[in-house]
């Protein structure tokens, strides 16, 4: 049978020319028993726009007929961008898209635009002249009543226009009121979108409602279907005789868990002992999911779909139901319970010497938090030691090993930003009533490195087995970005130097350092952290840049992600024996699938949990308008200069308030410059300013500079 690609490497052949059907069918030799199965897939490929058919009824790929296929970024102005889907088109930049050339074309729909010629010294303009994919299938959004019908305010203010509501297609919605809406008709021409309400969730002002709009705006599963519920319930929440069939058995060993306060899926525990020779023999153990959510049951499935679990500041959506990730899955204190582990013989020079992969059974001693660890290591405190004592002298023995890690991990090269996050502290009605900055502590650290080390263990094990799995990938940084990004270290006299086509992570790493302490350290490091790839899922290992491994994969929070729980199937898949043609070829199939959409979904949840902290953000600053603050210049821009005050809220001081002169905006030195004596606002300045709006609608806060 003819795949997807073939057809699509075919027509990509610098020799092709558009062909009839018959014509493809001969080049492809597709035989008589294939043409109805392959007509179907010249019919679905049409349809999503990957090919196209010219008016001669001969096929093409979009690009022979001067139409490139790309996503559609709207603006609320009503213009919009569209980003080239190939790599070559999408180095050449994004095409501007006016209004009347938009076509009914909506915020995210994967389009195909014809270009215009180019005016000089303008960037590259086109017009939609189909749109392929539609994205915007249910729209969040507040209802505005009128006599007869109604309109549908997108809480998403790139969509443009707002959607007209027929009156008998309300379902009851009330003025004000927040409301999932589902589109009927797709706009054309000067015609609004037309749509049905099919969820209401509220008052804005209701508890809970902001987050709840957020979510449904990403479309994000927020109950499990009745049928996985019942699946899981069906799951035994105590551990039977023949659960523990070829298992190691380390329950005798003493194991903690040491996470956040206030977790509930607790899916790593750790052992440490020191031999005679001085070797470490480190144990990390990962809750067993996989013997739980058996492949291809419905629980598999739900879990693949959602791929992730979300944090919000006040709910988690978990990847898979309570039963697993907060009952017999969690590794409690306490109780026996099935784990995969990776014991591992490491020496005075952070290196793995052996290591051993396996299921086992295991008991937690204690589950130890962040807080009391850092207190028990950095502080005197009687108290936590006589409570703790008996796992004192462990907890001393991780923070050494994890010294001798981490120095291994950054002599090698790895990059090691260590960017201080916001931690929004709701009250019981869900308002804010901090923002804390939280950085990353000795006990964190000690658990990063240890989660670090098993998987790259794992990732290499699997690799020379030859085990297909989803592996954890960091690609080089483009050549692209590569040079825009010294165009803006020159100014601090410093570059990013390359070997020929070959980026060292080592590199990266001597700069992070080499700025450290600078008052543009956190600015700088945001940049070079932009500079690079996006980390993602393969179903090849490939390395990982950021952290200089050659291998590297997921294997530590089954309960949340799911290439861990498939990296965990494969090593079970080892001990069944060598796989079968076929049987490696499917696992690929599916590693390559799972890879795919964790991806994706992965992106979805941090665009998600990102929006929701910089509504509360918003939220929180809106009774501090007026106040006077001190702030970093934390990005420049072409409209002004971003500022970020110490607990972390971020907004923008537009140049138009700047009104002592004229500024310019200097891109190569990342500044705003004063026409008429020099003054500069530089990336990393100190500067003190009033917040003048907080907007909650657009989640943004305008601040202006204070003399």
Not at 14 to 33: C, F, N, W
Not at 392 to 412: C, E, F, G, V, Y
Not at 435 to 447: A, D, F, N, Q
Not at 624 to 636: L, N
């Amino acid at each position: 049978m003819i795949e997807k690609q073939e057809l699509l490497n075919r027509m990509n052949e610098e020799k092709y020319r558009p062909m009839t059907i018959d014509e493809l069918l001969a080049s492809l030799h597709v035989s008589d028993d294939q043409v109805f199965s392959f007509l179907e897939l010249l019919r679905k490929s049409e349809l999503s726009g990957e090919i196209i058919i010219t008016k001669k009824k001969r096929y093409a790929l979009p690009k022979h007929v001067g139409l490139i296929r790309g996503t559609l970024q709207g603006n609320a102005r009503g213009f919009g961008f569209v980003i080239p889907e190939e790599a070559e088109e999408k180095e050449k930049g994004d095409f501007f898209i006016s209004p009347d050339n938009l076509h009914g074309a909506m915020d995210k729909d994967q389009v195909l635009v014809r270009p215009f010629p180019a005016g000089k010294g303008k960037g590259r303009e086109g017009t939609v002249e189909r749109v392929v994919v539609r994205e915007n299938k249910t729209i969040v959004g507040t209802y505005q009543e009128s006599k007869n019908f109604g309109f549908l305010v997108p809480d998403n203010l790139a969509l443009g226009k707002d959607i007209y509501i027929h009156g008998k297609k309300t379902k009851g919605a009330l003025q004000g009121q927040k409301v999932v809406g589902e589109i009927i008709k797709w706009p054309e021409g000067d015609r609004a979108a037309e749509g049905r309400i099919v969820e209401i969730l509220g008052y804005p002002s209701d508890v809970g409602v902001d987050m709840l709009s957020i979510i449904k705006s990403f479309e994000l599963p927020l109950d499990f279907p009745q049928n996985v519920l019942e699946e899981a319930k069906k799951i035994p929440q105590t551990l039977e005789d023949e659960d523990l069939s070829g298992r190691k058995d380390l329950r005798s060993l003493n194991t903690i868990t040491i996470d956040g306060a206030d977790a509930r899926d607790l899916d790593d525990a750790v052992t440490l002992t020191r031999d005679a020779k001085g070797l470490y023999h480190l144990g990390v153990h990962i809750a067993d999911v996989s013997h739980y959510v058996e492949r291809g049951s419905l629980l598999d499935k739900e879990a693949l779909k959602r791929a992730t679990s979300v944090y919000f500041p006040d709910r988690v959506i978990p990847m898979l139901p309570v039963e697993l990730s907060n009952g017999i899955c969690s590794l409690n204190a306490g109780v026996d319970r099935l784990a995969m582990s990776c014991e591992m013989v490491i020496d005075q020079e952070g290196k793995v010497q052996s290591h051993d992969i396996h299921p086992s059974i295991i008991h937690v001693n204690e589950r130890m938090t962040y807080g009391d660890v850092t207190v028990l290591l950095e502080e005197e405190n009687k108290e936590l030691s006589d409570r703790y004592g008996s796992v004192l002298p462990l907890l001393q023995d991780l923070a050494t090993l994890r010294d001798i890690l981490k120095t291994r991990r950054l002599n090698r090269g790895a990059i090691d930003f260590d960017f201080p996050e916001i931690k929004v502290v709701l009250n019981d009605k869900g308002e804010v009533t901090e923002l804390k900055k939280r950085s990353r502590t000795v006990s964190e650290s000690i658990i990063e490195e240890c989660m670090l080390v098993a998987n790259e263990t794992v990732a290499e094990h699997l690799y020379w087995l030859e085990m297909p799995t989803v592996y954890r990938v960091h690609e080089d940084p483009s050549m692209e970005k590569l040079e825009k990004l010294n165009v803006t270290l020159k100014r601090y006299g410093l570059s990013v130097e390359k070997t020929g086509d070959v980026i060292e992570p080592r590199i990266y790493a001597a700069l992070t350092q080499k700025i450290k302490g600078e008052p543009y350290e956190e600015e700088l490091s945001i940049m070079l952290l932009r500079s690079m790839m996006h980390a993602r899922y393969l179903p090849q290992s490939v390395g990982h840049f950021g952290l200089a491994a050659s291998y590297y994969c997921h294997f530590t929070s089954p309960i949340r992600r799911y290439p861990d729980l498939f990296v965990h199937r494969s090593l079970k898949r080892i001990a069944q024996g060598v796989l079968k043609n076929k049987e490696e070829e499917r696992w690929y199939q599916e590693a390559e699938r799972a890879s795919a959409i964790s991806s994706d979904q992965e992106l979805v949840a941090e665009q998600a949990e990102r929006e929701a902290v910089n509504l509360k953000v918003v939220e929180y600053m809106v009774s501090q308008v007026g106040e006077v603050f001190e702030a970093t210049i934390s990005g420049v821009i072409a409209s002004g200069f971003f500022v970020r005050l110490d607990n972390l809220a971020e907004g923008l001081v537009k140049v138009a308030t700047l009104r002592d002169q004229y500024y310019n905006y200097d891109e190569t030195s990342m500044a705003m410059v004063g026409e008429r004596t020099g003054k500069t606002y530089r990336l990393g300045d100190k500067v003190t300013v009033q917040l003048v709006k907080a907007n909650e609608e657009l989640r943004q806060l305008d601040f202006e500079i204070v003399k």
